[in-house]
DNA sequence: CGACGCTACATGCGTGTGCATCAAAGTCCA
DNA sequence: TGGACTTTGATGCACACGCATGTAGCGTCG
């Protein structure tokens, strides 16, 4: 009876640790995020996920990756993520092209413009961590 | 110029650490954010949010608490936090009751359906945390 | 070859979100 | 007391999200 009482307990003070874990996470995560949003659109007229998008494809050769490559990087569902290509097209940040090799997909291509806008939101975004992530 | 070499070298670390740590964050509270969803949805038909509110409001005294205190709680804007309270009374969870020390303000009260739906997605909760904050 | 299944991407739809704003009530100070 | 400022909560609006689905192209196996 001991044992097992010490064995709930300790599964429940497990599960406290969890749960202020979580919490931890959920408030950090809400801190950081809301700041970087908040900056990266007042002073560089994108969003979060547009930077994870701009950032994935700056550090691509020749600037090109294909689409669920970016789906994989920016953390939304693939419609999201193509209505998100969707936006950055129209702003001319990138522009899709076809891919040859498979005809289903396409690449996703960093104009001039989304590189510029890239490495003037960078200092911004770092500045924002650097910042937050206290 | 060495010195100053070595210090920007320095920070462009930090910098680098700092960058690995968010994006670890970001892919940490994603999967585990998109598994509570998932699973609180389907087996209680609540979500993340719904469950913080309704987790601080069986925590509190009488099962109830100012308005501002849940939006405190719940990461959310203060027009989606109160428009979760209406979906939440919308579905029977909570109630809204007049707050007469201060008249611009409102009680949300727990009902025993919310307290019951509580008590069921608990245990969900805290099983998706144990498998997913590994 | 041809049928089947799988993957990549786009899109209609309902819903949730933040911003800006509003009304009502509390607070403070001249 | 009275007027200015603050705080609380609700709501119109535009927009971004996920789910479900549709289309097209790839791959495989009989």
Same mark, same amino acid.
């Given at each position: 009876m001991l044992a097992h009482a010490t064995i709930a307990a300790v599964s429940e003070v497990a599960e406290d640790v969890l749960v202020r874990e979580w919490r931890a996470l959920l408030a950090r995560h809400a801190a950081v995020?809301?700041?970087?949003?908040?900056?990266?659109?007042?002073?560089?007229?994108? %969003?979060?996920?547009?930077?994870?998008?701009?950032?994935?494809?700056? %550090?691509?050769?020749? %600037?090109?990756?294909? %689409?669920?490559?970016?789906? +994989?990087?920016?953390?939304?569902?693939?419609?999201?993520?193509?209505?998100?290509?969707?936006?950055?097209?129209? +702003?001319?940040?990138v522009e899709r092209s076809m891919c040859e090799m498979d005809r289903r997909g396409i690449f996703v291509v960093l104009t001039e413009k989304g590189r510029e806008r890239y490495l003037e939101a960078k200092p911004t975004h770092r500045a924002v961590l650097a910042a937050t992530m206290s």
């Open positions: 995020y809301n700041a970087l949003e908040t900056e990266l659109r007042q002073r560089h007229c994108i %969003g979060v996920s547009e930077f994870e998008a701009l950032e994935r494809l700056a %550090g691509c050769e020749m %600037g090109k990756c294909r %689409g669920s490559e970016l789906t +994989d990087t920016v953390h939304l569902s693939q419609s999201a993520a193509s209505r998100l290509v969707a936006r950055m097209e129209r +702003d001319g940040l």
